[in-house]
């Protein structure tokens, strides 16, 4: 789906707007929206709170959203669980075990 605006990745706003402004002018500014004039940002205390946007934008910002990256990221240090969960505890019962016979027998030898 092509972005609506054809500006590459980002939305075309044109316009800010006051939370108290654009409700006095909502027909006005939903028409604009609907004419293609781009979104609208609404504000509160000078900080972005909402936006009007053409439904077509919305669904290619929504498309583009819901799409799987291509490069899965993984954090340093992760590890890809293989097998069942009860291997791991198994596993991890054995190196417990083994850990406390080695504390055995290193306090035995004292």
Known sequence: MANPSNKGDKISTRRRIGKAQ???Q???????????????E???????????????EYAWLLAKSQIEPTIKLR????????????????ASEQISNSITASINKTASEL
């Open 26 to 40: 909502l027909p006005t500014l939903v028409n604009a929206v609907a004419k293609g004039s781009g979104a609208i």
């Open 75 to 90: 954090l340093c240090g992760s590890a890809v669980l293989l097998g069942d969960l009860a291997d791991l505890e198994d």
């Open 42 to 56: 609404i504000t509160e205390y000078g900080r972005v709170v909402a936006m009007l946007i053409d439904p077509k």
């Open 22 to 24: 654009a409700r006095d």
